[in-house]
């Protein structure tokens, strides 16, 4: 079995898991329950697994060196499919914990939020990559 190439973004500076009275914690809501919430998700073919922490941002993204033989472009393709598997997971987690009004909507703005960081930082690893590649 070929190991996975693990990148842990680390969190930005400010953003905790935590609230201030030291429960779990997401943004645009109330304190989770008892355990906290996070998401989990893979690409198709479970190359590149996602978790989402408590507070909806990527902690971790997998990649199996297998799926680096593929280029960028695909590499990028199947980090998006983990990435919204783990959103759809913790969005569902989520969603029973919050009955308020408009809470299905304070979700999905975030999630969007997210998507956008998401992208913007898929493009700064294919950046990366290309220039690897090309150094070869």
Request: glycine content about 8%; cysteine-free; aromatic content about 4%.
């Amino acid at each position: 079995m070929v190991p996975f190439m693990d990148v842990t973004r680390s969190r930005p500076k400010g953003r905790s898991v935590t609230s201030e009275s030291g429960d779990t914690a997401w943004p645009g809501g109330p304190a989770a329950a008892d355990s906290p919430h996070t998401g989990r998700g893979s690409s198709k073919d479970e190359s590149v697994t996602v978790t989402i922490g408590t507070d909806g941002l990527v902690d971790t993204v997998a990649i199996n060196p297998r799926a680096l033989r593929q280029g960028a472009q695909a590499i990028e393709e199947l980090t998006r499919e983990a990435v919204r598997e783990a959103q759809r997971d913790w969005f569902g987690r989520l969603a029973a914990q919050d009955p308020a009004p408009a809470s299905e909507e304070r979700l999905r703005a975030r999630l969007e939020e997210i998507q956008a960081e998401y992208s913007h930082r898929m493009e700064e690893i294919n950046r990366l990559m290309a220039g690897l590649l090309s150094a070869r």
